[in-house]
């Protein structure tokens, strides 16, 4: 029985992954690549970092050249995914081509979550997802001088760090108790806190934005939930994102907090797969569903599928792990860290290089690390072995942690 032509909605990272990972696994059938960028399809972490200081151009983002996707006879296709025709096996496109399909893969990831308050909507306004976000805010950083950066989560931190050493005054305002409060320990919030505070970065904690002041055309300050006024010519949001659902839903598949799959990342229809942001999993070693925002989360899906579709089904058991650039700090984390009980930390934090092991019920469940890329590595080897070290071991400097994984 063949495969007929598999199409896939989403040209990020899964998307990518997914096409590529199918002529690997020698499928030889047609693939289509929906790609809705006026780009060919790149990598996302660099735009918030390298990229937006102005380090590259945007063809050194691509994952492949143009040349790719010809020799490996992928039909990359400019358009968007607009609705699915389940009974008939057909993806219309928002230009009103269509496509049939053997088997369809939703790739189509998240978007920003937008701000709700007055002016909003200005011009200098910017958020920071996609490739065209980027190229607007290196300009915008290179004549701005004030900014306010709302939400303090990974992309506002590395944002903010970025303008910072740009030259730019740098306020940022987070609802929460502690910056990048819902990925990592209290341990590693209030270093960074620290480290982006020493760098003359102003972190209002406890705070939200009310309206956004203009003198009717520019930007002119941020007005905060606590009566105080802050000026700034440039504002960017980070407030986290929302799955892309919505023709999934239309199509009458399960949704809920993301497209609903099971272990092997088939939706309510067998005929349809989702993976990536967009996707809510049931993840058998986390005991529950997960929708995970990352490129190893989107990359492995990928993996996952591609390998079931060339005829070797597996279920998805990924292990996550993440990272951010923020400065000169690099912070990787591996597993992932929720409902943890204790924290052990490793190393020396006044040497900025320290890690902080985090345990359930004593059973090791992630590792976040700064500047120690070592312990990172152990900590992806030994989650990914299901094996543990006592939280006694990990605070022992003299502890050997490569001799846990041999």
Request: glycine fraction near 10%; proline fraction near 3%.
């Amino acid at each position: 029985m063949t495969m007929g032509t598999i199409v896939i909605a989403g040209a990020g990272h899964a998307g990518f992954q997914l096409a590529a990972s199918l002529r690997q696994h020698g499928f030889g059938e047609r693939v289509c690549l929906i790609n809705d960028e006026a780009h060919l399809p790149y990598q996302r972490p660099p735009l918030s970092k390298a990229y937006l200081k102005g380090e590259g151009r945007p063809d050194s983002l691509m994952f492949r050249p143009d040349k790719f996707y010809r020799d490996q006879n992928i039909e990359l296709i400019s358009d968007r995914a607009a609705f699915i025709d389940r009974a008939a096996r057909r993806l219309v496109l928002e230009s009103g081509l269509f496509l049939d399909y053997g088997h369809l893969v939703l790739a189509t990831g998240a978007r920003n979550r937008l701000l709700d308050i007055p002016n909003a909507t200005l011009a200098d306004v910017r958020y920071l997802r996609i490739l065209d976000e980027s190229e607007a805010l290196r300009l915008r950083i290179g004549r701005a001088r004030h900014v306010v950066v709302i939400g303090a989560g990974f992309i506002g931190l590395e944002f903010a760090a970025t303008a910072r050493a740009k030259g730019l005054e740098v306020d940022v305002l987070e609802l929460g108790s502690r910056v990048m409060a819902r990925a990592v320990t209290a341990e590693i919030s209030d270093y960074f806190q620290e480290r982006h505070t020493a760098a003359g970065i102003r972190i209002h904690l406890g705070v939200q934005a009310t309206s956004i002041e203009s003198d009717g055309t520019n930007v002119t300050g941020v007005s905060l939930s606590d009566g105080r006024h802050i000026p700034a010519d440039l504002v960017v949001v980070g407030v986290g994102v929302l799955p892309n659902v919505e023709m999934a839903k239309e199509a009458g598949l399960t949704v809920a907090a993301g497209i609903i799959v099971d272990e092997h990342l088939l939706t309510s229809d067998p005929d349809i797969s989702a993976i990536g942001d967009c996707a809510l999993f049931a993840s058998p070693r986390f005991g529950g569903s997960l929708r995970l925002e990352s490129v190893q989360n989107a990359t492995d899906h990928a993996r996952c599928v591609a390998a079931r579709l060339t005829g070797n089904a597996k279920p998805y058991d990924g292990q996550p792990w993440f990272w951010s650039d923020q400065g000169d700090d690099k912070l990787q984390i591996a597993g992932l860290t929720t409902g943890y009980d204790r924290v052990v930390v490793r190393g020396d934090r006044a040497a900025r290089s320290f890690s902080a092991f985090c345990y359930k019920q004593d059973v090791l469940v992630g590792v976040e690390s700064v500047n120690r890329a070592a312990d990172h590595v152990f900590g992806r080897k030994v989650l990914g072995m299901n094996r543990s070290v006592t939280p006694e071991q990990a605070a022992d400097l003299g502890f050997d942690l490569k001799a846990a994984v041999k």
